[in-house]
């Protein structure tokens, strides 16, 4: 586990991720600060359909040609 010291440069505080993390330049994240002052970073991800495989988030119509039966839809 890597040790870093938050610094400030002009009116930000910057913290440095070590090379050995793998993040490349110019990559984009998304920072959470937990109740715990856990600081988490999400990889932004563009379009999570462009990575997708084919029929990844097909869904089948399983109740094709449902008929409700007795008033079974008058509480939605």
Not at 18 to 36: L, M
Not at 60 to 71: A, H, Y
């Amino acid at each position: 586990m890597s040790t870093i010291k938050a610094r400030k440069q002009g009116n930000s505080i910057m913290v440095t991720i070590p090379s050995s993390f793998g993040v490349k330049e110019g990559e984009e994240f998304f920072f959470i600060k937990k109740d715990n002052g856990a600081i988490v970073m999400i990889p932004k991800i563009n379009n999570p359909f462009e990575i997708a495989e084919d029929g990844e988030f097909y869904t089948p119509d399983l109740n094709v040609g449902f008929v409700p039966v007795k008033g079974e839809l008058d509480e939605l």
